[in-house]
């Protein structure tokens, strides 16, 4: 887990360089290392994970000296990788970063298929005078770039480009959906002008000043391989045996490993298959805490490992850390977040690093492959509480603003409707959103964060079963159900799904309302927002209504990254 960033073209300068590496120190203390070389300028922040001797620092050039290596991520299958390539590339280390380059020198783009990892790296050519870029299947680590005078700018972190000499400018439209319609952008964009992100599953070269992409991972190709219905009973005994596999995977590792657990089922599921495994017995356990029993999950999560051998580490996160940590945290994220439950739960990484515990494991995916959330049961999206309770309040846009709002339309390569909205929260809405957030808040303090359930072979399987192995009897997640309740008890296994969340709606309007008011204030000035109908709804918001505090989190975190000076 690390950083990589890069300058192509005649912009190319050592200054440029170490200053975007500085932008983005945290997510590799352990080592700086540059390349450069004519127009050639590439950086990596390192974090040591696997292989920690100096062999393994990066940029990493091959033996043959021909080929450049700046890698963010890990390869969990790259001792059986190894074990291929023996016969044709001399290892001089035991990491998977030289691994990942031998892959790529045997067997071109076509490698990435058989990687199974998190990873965004990029490989400079100098025979060629190329770079090639890639990124996982579902974009759990980040690439940011920009194209600006020739020079081809790329970054693990978008701070990390304006540092290195992109202008910092807004996308309007991107912001202006954000605001209508709650979204975060589609996956080749950001919310600033001129900075691109490389969408999950794809590829880029760069030659000549020339940019193309490439969709490397096809996932509706890759389910058609599931075309014969299992019985029962024997998928679940082919997905226990690959949820098995992936956390073994995801063990290995050279430095201390922990996890992090709520109360729900896939934390629980998790906790269950960590403790299969013998490394995973006494490794500590994580959760977080507000102290309000309408929305913690304490209670359930140490009833779950009283069984089991876990040290378990509390964290308690209150109110006033939002106001101290939120400027902080916006850095950190450079475009709009998920509120005080992303901060909470960075409080957990936090806490980690001091422990010396650097790689943490979490349950993210289960719900997107299983088919977890409340609209899936009535296959379609609609808001159920009705127009009138939209957490979005478009209302308050100025008219010109608002016209740059295009709802956004998502592909539907299904005939069923069930798998569209799978498919959707998978590749553009909410995966790649809590990747996001969680690449950050993880970074932000060097440590690692892995997603054993988003191991593809999981996802491509569970997608491909029938619904009546995802939601039965109006019982959700039925198949993962099953399994889980030869480890946990029913109580668990079949409770109702509770969202993580904290007090976020009763801070924001009684703790924090004199924070809350003075950061609104500064959107004042900000030509998007009609002001009287903004702070209309800000009073209604504080003395009535409480049901949602989206709006006024989405006002806050645009305070926070857009600074706006109330004064000029």
């Known amino acids: 887990m690390c950083g990589i960033a890069g300058i192509i073209g005649q912009k190319a300068s050592e200054g440029s360089l170490q200053k975007m590496l500085l932008a983005q120190r945290h997510r590799g203390p352990d080592f700086i ?11 990596h922040n390192r974090l040591s994970i696997i292989d920690t001797s100096p062999n393994a ?57 058989r990687l199974n990892g998190m990873f965004s ?32 700018y790329f970054a693990s972190e978008i701070k990390t480009l304006f540092t290195g000499g992109i202008q910092k400018k807004t996308n309007d439209s991107v912001w202006a959906n954000y605001f209508v319609y709650g979204s975060y952008g589609m996956p080749n964009e950001t919310f600033w002008a001129g900075v691109n992100q490389l969408p999950g599953g794809c590829f880029l070269c760069f030659k000549k000043g020339n940019i193309s992409t490439k969709r490397w991972y096809v996932f509706e190709n890759k389910i058609k391989k599931y075309n014969e219905k299992l019985p029962f009973e024997d998928v679940k005994a082919i997905y226990k045996n690959l949820l098995e596999d992936s956390i073994k995977l995801r063990f290995r590792s050279d430095v201390p490993i922990g996890f992090n657990v709520s109360g729900g089922l896939d934390s629980s599921a998790l906790l269950a298959l960590v403790n299969k495994n013998e490394k995973g017995q006494n490794i500590n356990a994580y959760t977080f805490y507000t102290n309000n029993s309408d929305y913690d999950e304490l209670p ?34 450079d475009e709009p977040f998920g509120g005080v439950p992303t901060m909470a739960y960075a409080e957990i990484f936090k806490k980690a690093r001091k422990d010396g515990v650097i790689v943490l494991l979490d349950g993210q995916g289960m719900d997107e492959q299983w088919a977890g959330y409340d609209y899936y049961l009535n296959n379609n999206n609609s808001v159920i509480q009705g127009v009138n309770k939209s957490p979005f309040k478009p209302e308050i846009l100025n008219d010109e603003f608002l016209k740059l709002a295009k709802k956004p339309a998502y592909p539907k390569p299904f005939d069923n409707n069930l798998l569209n909205l799978q498919f959707r929260d998978l590749f553009y809405t909410k995966i790649p959103r809590a990747l996001r957030f969680n690449d950050r808040i993880s970074m932000a303090y060097s440590t690692e964060l892995r997603e054993p359930f988003l191991d593809y072979r999981l996802v ?20 993962l159900r099953s399994l889980t309740s030869e480890y946990l008890s029913d109580d668990v296994t079949y409770a109702p799904k509770r969202p993580l969340q904290t007090p976020q709606r009763e ?11 003075l950061k609104i204030d500064t959107l004042k000035n900000v030509d998007w927002f009609n002001e009287a109908l903004m702070e209309k709804e800000l009073q209604y918001y504080f003395n009535k209504n409480q049901d949602s505090s989206f709006h006024i989190w989405q006002w806050i975190n645009t305070s926070l990254l857009l600074k706006p000076n109330k004064d000029k």
């Open 507 to 517: 801070w924001l309007a009684n703790d924090l309302k004199d924070w809350v008011q």
């Open 460 to 479: 491509e399987f569970a997608f491909a079963q029938p619904l009546n192995y995802k939601i039965k009897d109006g019982i959700q997640k039925y198949l």
């Open 300 to 333: 359930w999560v140490e009833s779950l490992l009283k069984h089991t051998k876990n040290p378990l580490e509390k964290v308690r996160f209150n109110a006033i850390q939002v106001k101290e940590l939120s400027d902080t945290m916006s850095s950190y994220q």
């Open 33 to 43: 290392g540059t390349f450069l070389k004519n127009d050639v300028a590439l950086g």
């Open 57 to 113: 620092n990066q940029p990493f050039i091959s033996n043959c000296k021909r080929y450049i290596l700046c890698f963010n991520g890990e390869i969990y299958n790259y001792l059986e990788l190894k074990n291929e390539l023996q016969n044709c590339y001399d290892f001089k280390t035991v990491s998977d970063t030289e691994v990942l380059l031998a892959a790529y020198i045997k067997w071109g783009e076509n490698c990435l298929h």
């Open 121 to 152: 790296f990029t490989i400079w050519d100098t025979k060629k005078q190329a770079l090639f870029a890639a990124r996982d299947r579902f974009g759990v680590k980040p690439f940011y770039y920009a194209h600006k005078g020739g020079s081809f």
